[in-house]
């Protein structure tokens, strides 16, 4: 440290000069100023690192690829088509079949709606052409067999045609009856009854049995029988005949034998044919037995109420059999009696 006074030097920390005895005063030297402090910017806040962002891609919004998509139009017409088929039973079905294949198909490629239609109509049409198709064969068929009895009729004997005459000569006697009166009639009567019966006895008025060995017979159990001899007779193909009539219901049973090639069968087919052409319903059919035989038999029920019925079979001595009875539908005594009661001795 310098006197301030003598300048001579001395000893740092000594208060009094050593050369003239000046008090020193500690010469402090100035402490440097410290730099003003300047205040360390804020640290900036760490930043988190952000994950990358994966880039956005741009959403696609779905188009139809046909917006606009129509219906195919020739679904839609085999569809009604088919359906309108079906008022026309079937008979243009076969067209609207093929439109709606040509719509499918067509629907198929432009990608157009309808498809649904177009199956739809195709199953239906289908349906109705297989229906129209039967029909078709039915009719066919049915009128084969029409031509098939046709020509059957045209083939029959006189003898087997004489069921329309028989009939329309049946009828014309029962009108003629009709206004007879009862007492009239038993006299008629009893002038042409046989005085005996078939079996030789003496039995008054009325028959007890009609036919012969030949024709086979009955008895006649119930009922007023007497002879009915058939008006125009008959043909040369019937070589024997009896028969007989009940006064009370009006019932004729008819023994015949003929002189006929044809089968059971076919003269059963033959007299079917003639009742329908004289109106007669229920016309029928069926292998039976009478008198111990196999025969055919067919039946009919004409308009006026009244069945007739024939059975027809092959004897014993080859010959045809014919028995026919012919009764009103509210007395059936007549048929129990042939049905029953027939006899043909073997």
Known sequence: MFCPNCGTQNNDGV????NCGTALTPNVSAAPQAAPMQTPPPAPAPVQPVAPVAPVQPQAVPVSANPQQKTNVLC???LIGSLASIVFLGTTAIVFLILSIIGLISAGKKNEKGKGQAIAG?????????VWIAGISLGFSGASKYRKKYNEYTRVTTTEREE?????TRETTEDTEATTEDTTREETTRETAPETSASGSKNGAYLTTVGNEKTGTVP??????VEFIEAGGFSSD???HKQAKNLENSSIIGLFVLNVSKTP?????????????AGAKKVTGAHVKIGGYDAIQCYGTYPDGVILVIWYFRGDDGLMRKVTVEFPSTDSSAF???ENGYKLDR
């Open 76 to 78: 839609i017409v085999g």
């Open 15 to 18: 208060r009094f000069c050593a």
């Open 265 to 277: 069968e076919e003269l059963a087919k033959a007299s079917m044919y003639s009742m329908e052409q």
């Open 238 to 240: 019937v070589t024997e």
């Open 164 to 168: 329309t005459t028989r009939r329309t």
């Open 220 to 225: 006649l159990t119930s009922g007023k029988w």
């Open 122 to 130: 195709i199953i239906i049409s289908a349906i109705l052409v297989v």
């Open 336 to 338: 129990h009696l042939v």
